[in-house]
């Protein structure tokens, strides 16, 4: 059974930083393509960053330089270091995995993150 489960959300003021978490159900999951996207209201879901199954990651130009994503296989987890918060940046985080034999893809529950002062 694949299961995602995001974690870290919350409010944090202009400039401050988040960590969000995606850990996985299984271990095998987070060595696949792994990326988050985030929906704020009234938008549609965009692509925030994503790690591929060899490591290579790419992210959206609004968060160039101020996010981080990474993996820990040990503890099948991704994350999202977010600094230099801005209110636009104010969604719902989501975890997605996309399964490299299948194509398959997964969804977390996703995480609110609001940035406000």
């Known amino acids: 059974q694949v299961q995602l489960v995001e974690s870290g959300g919350g409010l944090v003021q202009p400039g401050g930083s988040l960590r969000l978490s995606c850990e996985a159900s299984?271990?095998?999951?987070?060595?696949?393509?792994m990326a988050w996207y985030r929906q704020a209201p009234g938008k549609e879901r965009e692509l925030v960053a994503d790690?591929?199954?060899?490591?290579?990651?790419t992210y959206a130009d609004s968060v160039k330089g101020r996010f981080t994503i990474a993996r820990d296989n040990f503890k099948k987890t991704v994350y999202l270091q977010m600094n230099s918060l801005k209110p636009e940046d104010t969604a719902v985080y989501y975890c997605?995995?996309?399964?490299?034999?299948?194509?398959?893809?997964?969804w977390g529950q996703g995480t609110q993150v609001t940035v406000s002062s």
């Open positions: 997605k995995v996309t399964l490299s034999l299948s194509g398959a893809s997964y």
């Open positions: 299984r271990t095998f999951l987070v060595s696949n393509a």
């Open positions: 790690i591929s199954s060899v490591g290579t990651t």
